[in-house]
């Protein structure tokens, strides 16, 4: 079992076994504003209808109740949330629920019943959005199953890992593992690898947000610090620690940022392609 060490305390992993289901979901409930700060948090009890394709039941009259549904704050997407423990089966329950989710039927009866359970939601705009934007499924475990990560890749699920730790003294922590829910909201800047790979040629320098000298940008996901180099009129950023990127001169990255203000680093999607092409 993991153990985090925070402020000369020691937590320890929980046991994910020991919860019920109930119990792991109200406490997602509870601490997911914080977690998930630019969307709405919603309970979504609702029995919908699914037009499964994969359901034995007659088409149309198969059933499913999600958890939770996210609402981004500006209405350009939604969530629809499953909490799961991992000691369910995959095949049996976990995997029909997906696709249940994924197949259900979402209108203006949705809207309605969101709207009930959160009355500062917007409901003209919630309407519009429920029913011109396809939802998406995020799944959230209690524990980290690399088998279940590897079966849903392809299916478009978004997966979390939400591991709780407690102290001598009854404090908890979470640990969130896994993918994040987020919209990447406006390209920032391009940027292309210099001659010496060291170096990425910045073309929007002044939309960097940074600490001194220092740019922080997630790249695959994890945090990575970039060094401003200002060379003439020219702006280059250098990995403070080892380069993560394996960019010769040229290759083209793009920088982004999340709806919850982080600056993300992407691979330019074309210069991607071109590399697949080399290969």
Not at 132 to 146: C, R
Request: aromatic residues 10%; negative net charge.
């Amino acid at each position: 079992m993991a153990r985090i060490f925070v402020n000369d305390t020691w937590y320890e992993q929980v046991e994910p076994s020991t919860f019920s289901e109930t119990e792991f979901e109200d406490r997602i409930r509870l601490h997911a504003p914080s977690i998930y700060p630019h969307y709405f948090v919603v309970p979504f009890k609702k029995t919908l209808t699914t037009t499964d394709p994969n359901s034995s039941e007659p088409l149309g009259s198969s059933k499913v109740i999600p958890d939770l549904a996210f609402i981004a704050r500006n209405y350009q997407e939604w969530w629809v949330v499953e909490v799961e423990m991992t000691y369910h089966n995959f095949d049996g329950h976990i995997l029909p629920q997906i696709r249940k989710l994924q197949n259900a039927n979402y209108g203006d009866d949705e809207a309605e019943y969101l709207k009930r359970k959160d009355t500062s939601l917007d409901l003209e705009k919630l309407r519009h959005l429920i029913t011109t934007s396809p939802s998406q499924i995020l799944l959230i475990m209690n524990q980290n199953k690399v088998d279940w990560i590897r079966r849903l890749q392809n299916d478009n699920v978004v997966i979390a890992i939400f591991e709780l730790f407690r102290a001598s003294n009854e404090l908890e922590i979470f640990r969130v593992n896994g993918e994040y829910p987020s919209q990447l909201i406006e390209k920032v800047s391009d940027c292309i690898v210099h001659l010496i790979p060291r170096l990425l040629k910045v073309s929007n320098p002044d939309r960097l947000t940074s600490s001194g000298t220092i740019v922080r940008l997630l790249y695959n996901d994890c945090l990575t610090e970039w060094r401003k180099i200002v060379e003439g009129k020219d702006v280059y950023i250098t990995a403070v620690n080892r380069n993560p990127l394996r960019g010769r001169e040229g290759k083209k990255y793009e920088i982004y940022i999340r709806n919850d203000e982080q600056l993300v680093l992407k691979q330019n999607v074309n210069s991607e392609k071109e590399e697949d092409d080399d290969n």
